[in-house]
């Protein structure tokens, strides 16, 4: 079962077994460093297409990621990509996937071509090929005759396309990208986005997204998976996701928030405090605004506002997050 | 529809097998240092000890000079003794700065990403220091014994020393070996391919420090196996004879094989894709 399929898919739970039609299975995976947990029994799966992995700083994703290309060996659990468990088969599992690294990377004293084309030779492919292909990938990554100059003159912007084009250059049939955004002008973010959407949507390639900026993920990803302190306290269908949080208003009050909250949690709806103070409340179950307005009543507060709101990614991760703790 | 949709393509080639993937990393490596003419300059400046001990050869058969020059295989010893400094300069530039500048830029992960064990990584890193100190040592000293081979007149030097061109390789693998993998193991070890190449240097040096003065201060010449330049000289009698001269051998050849032991812990411990820190 695509744990992101239907609307009935509950985001705390983790998911059943896993099916054939993952590109990436992760069955009770926990790595320690030393006595920290950065995963702690997590399970998940990861669809075709394009999934983004979020959670806040530590939670997690780059662990994840590390131990899928095999560079971090699992305390307990598995994993497997395409299939292929990643401890027993690494190299093959690496032959299949493209990293674009989070931090700065590059080989010294190379320009874009000849770094891109090493790096595919390094995947086995022939020199002329590996050259070929170096081409193609800039080109890709919209790269003029700045691929000739040396990695190291390059602007943020321009060695995160490099990245990228480092991580496609072999073909792979997954693509881990690593907070791409990172470091980028809103014209750069937005080149890179669309890039991601291309090659999610129209090349075929899937590409696991690790952010923990959730706009980039919406803008790009058809299913999630989050983390939080280890654990994953989520996954599905964006769409699926927001369905969950059932019907969302955004409320202000006149008086002590702390009998309303309580109130509401009385009748088994969520309420959330956000920054700019207004509370967010929660409605499932069909019930209604007027179960807001009977919480208010008997909590001694008048409603001053009170407005239906479309659920965001924001929000069904802040719950998530919320939940997992 | 934007140019660039019509670039992108899946790879449909083949790929070569995972077993040689190492030899890409030295290739690369090879072919950098090649095309720079300070290195040319410095492999020129190199060969010149070849070209002299060439010249000699050839005066030791000239009628004129007989007896000038006895060529057997202490003169090949000695052709490798000499060659001794050049390799330590290579193991300085490039040698330390193979992995030092990898870990600065952050490209290990770059390797480590695709089908590549630490293993190749290594050993394709290593496969450059000993390609050009192949270029030092054997190939001249090979070059120089055939040379001997083609101007005598008669058998009586192949058939005396038919063991030589073995010992010539054998003598310096296990130079090259030695010196390789403490250049990379101190290259290794930090960010900066300069501080590697002095801790090469004190390494070295230091070694010699102090096995010279703990055998000056006791008087006990066994100290000689704390130093490297030594360590390396009583190897040399393991292939070239003179046993009885040099009576620390074995405690020297074990002493460096601990030490290449020691590089290739160390290597085992730095080349690592993510730094953990607990």
């Not at chain 1, 060996?73 to 989070?102: F, H, N, W």
């Not at chain 1, 170096?134 to 995160?160: C, I, P, W």
């Not at chain 1, 998976?225 to 964006?238: A, D, E, R, T, Y």
């Amino acid at each position: 079962m695509n744990p992101g399929a239907g609307s009935s898919v509950d985001r705390t739970m983790p998911p059943g077994p896993v099916a054939s039609e993952h590109v990436i299975e992760v069955e009770d995976l926990t790595i320690l460093y030393g006595g920290n947990r950065a995963l702690d029994a997590a399970t998940c799966a990861f669809p075709k297409g394009a999934v983004g992995l979020l959670g806040p700083n530590g939670a997690g994703k780059s662990s994840l990621l590390k131990t899928l290309l095999g560079f971090l060996t699992p305390d307990s659990g598995k994993a497997s990509v395409l299939g292929m468990d990643v401890a027993q088969r690494p190299l093959d599992v690496r032959q299949q996937i493209g990293y674009m690294p989070e931090i700065d990377c590059h080989i010294p004293g190379m320009n874009a071509v000849a770094l891109v084309a090493y790096l595919g030779e390094l995947c086995g492919m022939p020199e002329a090929e590996a050259i070929q292909r170096a081409h193609e990938a800039l080109y890709y990554v919209q790269f003029g005759d700045e691929r000739y100059r040396n990695v190291e003159t390059y602007s943020t912007g321009m060695k995160q396309r490099v990245k990228l084009a480092q991580a496609l250059v072999h073909g792979p049939r997954i693509l881990f990208l690593d907070e791409p955004t990172n470091g980028l002008d809103p014209k750069g973010r937005m080149e890179m986005l669309s890039l991601i959407r291309d090659l999610s949507r129209r090349k075929e390639v899937n590409v696991i997204l690790s952010s923990h900026l959730l706009r980039d993920v919406e803008e790009t990803c058809t299913n999630v998976v989050m983390l939080s302190h280890g654990k994953v306290v989520g996954q599905g269908s964006i769409e699926a996701l927001k369905g969950v949080s059932g019907e969302l208003f955004e409320v202000r009050l006149k008086g002590t928030r702390e009998p309303f909250l309580k109130a509401m949690a009385e009748r088994g709806c969520e309420a959330v405090t956000t920054e700019d103070g207004l509370i967010d409340v929660a409605l499932r179950d069909g019930k209604g605004s007027e179960t807001i307005f009977d919480a208010a009543r008997s909590s001694g507060v008048q409603v001053r506002h009170l407005v239906r709101k479309q659920p965001t990614l924001e929000d069904v991760f802040a719950r998530a997050v919320g939940e997992g703790r | 529809m934007p140019i660039y949709d019509q670039t992108y393509r899946p790879y449909r080639g083949s790929f070569e097998p995972h077993t040689m993937r190492w030899w890409t990393i030295a290739k690369a490596g090879l072919k950098h240092y090649m095309s720079r003419k300070l290195f040319l300059l410095f492999l020129f400046i190199a060969t010149i000890p070849a070209i002299v001990r060439g010249v000699l050869i050839w005066l030791s058969h000239q009628a004129a000079m007989t007896g000038f020059q006895i060529i057997d295989a202490s003169f090949y010893r000695g052709y490798l003794t000499w060659q001794g400094p050049f390799l330590l300069l290579i193991c300085i530039w490039p040698g330390a700065i193979l992995i030092a500048r990898d870990l600065k830029s952050n490209a290990i992960q770059l390797y480590l990403c695709r089908p590549l064990t630490r293993r190749d990584y290594v050993i394709g890193k290593f496969a450059i220091i000993a390609g050009i100190g192949t270029l030092l040592l054997p190939v001249p000293g090979l070059l120089l014994f055939l040379m001997e081979i083609g101007l005598s007149d008669n058998m009586d030097f192949v058939v005396n020393n038919y063991w030589l061109p073995l010992s010539i390789l054998g003598y310096s693998a296990v130079v090259i070996a030695g010196a390789g993998l403490l250049a990379l193991a101190a290259s290794s070890m930090t960010k900066s391919g300069r501080y590697a190449g002095l801790l090469f240097f004190a390494i070295v040096f230091v070694s010699q420090m102090i096995g010279t003065v703990l055998r000056l201060i006791t008087g006990n010449q066994a100290f000689i196996v704390l130093s490297l330049p030594e360590m390396v000289n009583q190897t040399g009698s393991l292939f070239f004879g003179g046993f009885g001269e040099q009576v620390y051998v074995i405690p020297s050849l074990t002493m460096y094989a601990a030490l290449i032991a020691l590089s290739l812990w160390v290597l085992k411990r730095r080349v690592k894709a993510v730094e953990i820190v607990t």
